[in-house]
């Protein structure tokens, strides 16, 4: 979930300041995001594969963290520029809007997992939130026509 949050900051960055050295630092991001969610639920069953599906399916915060998981699972295979080319620009761009999708059922995750002291997964939403409203804002906002230049003669 850090990861993906530091992508998508790292992606606005980009695009606000043309610097196209921070794709690779977003990438790694979500890689490594990616990687220590992967880890994660076999760690906690000490790679029981049957205990895995159990708890999935028992409980609902592992569900929604399983979720995202399994939204990480294309973004991490199809993130090399080799996979770009090979699907095109747009629908590559399109896949990894699945990004949002696990991003928020990291924050759902971690919200169900904490009882009592919800501070760090609100501050997690919190980002999650802006970062959502600022990318519906710039979809939805009209791209400025090119003003003609003239030339002024006194």
């Given at each position: ?26 990438s ?35 569900m ?9 699972v ?34 759902i ?34 791209k ?11």
């Amino acid at each position: 979930m850090n990861g993906c949050n530091v992508g998508m900051a790292e992606a606005r960055l980009e695009l606000d300041f043309t610097q196209e050295s921070l794709a690779l630092f977003r990438s790694t991001g979500c890689l490594t995001g990616e990687n220590l969610q992967s880890f994660h639920p076999l760690g906690d069953q000490m790679f029981d594969l049957d205990a895995i599906f159990h708890d999935v399916a028992k409980r609902l915060y592992i569900m929604a963290g399983m979720a995202g998981f399994l939204a990480m699972v294309p973004l991490a295979i199809t993130s090399t520029a080799a996979m770009v080319r090979r699907m095109g620009a747009k629908n590559w761009q399109r896949l990894h809007r699945l990004t949002y999708f696990a991003t928020l059922a990291g924050v759902i995750h971690y919200y169900w997992l904490v009882k009592s002291d919800i501070r760090e997964p609100a501050m997690y939403g919190s980002i999650l939130l802006i970062e959502m409203l600022y990318r519906l804002r710039m979809w939805t906002a009209k791209k400025p026509q090119p003003v003609p230049v003239t030339s002024a003669r006194a």
